[in-house]
């Protein structure tokens, strides 16, 4: 079952948000210069545990914040 969302900040937002995904590169620098020597054709999705750290932006106050906090605050205040 997906999981639902409620703004933790403005706690009246339960539908408009923007899910924000971190990308790493992995690169090589010239420790003198800070000249990228290297850098992996790869971006890939950071995360924990083989799972995507997710974040959420409520579109209504722009608060940003971890998705479970958005998740928790939708399980304390059903409406
Ligand atoms: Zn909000």
Known sequence: MPA?????????????????QSL????????RTGEILY???EWTIEGANGRPSLEVRCLLC???????????????QPD
């Open 4 to 20: 639902r969302y409620l703004c933790p900040h403005c706690r009246g937002n339960r539908t408009r948000f923007a899910l924000i």
């Open 24 to 31: 790493s590169q992995q690169v090589e620098k010239d420790p």
């Open 39 to 41: 850098a992996a054709d």
């Open 62 to 76: 722009g608060f940003t914040g971890q998705e479970g906090l958005f998740i928790h605050a939708a399980a304390r």
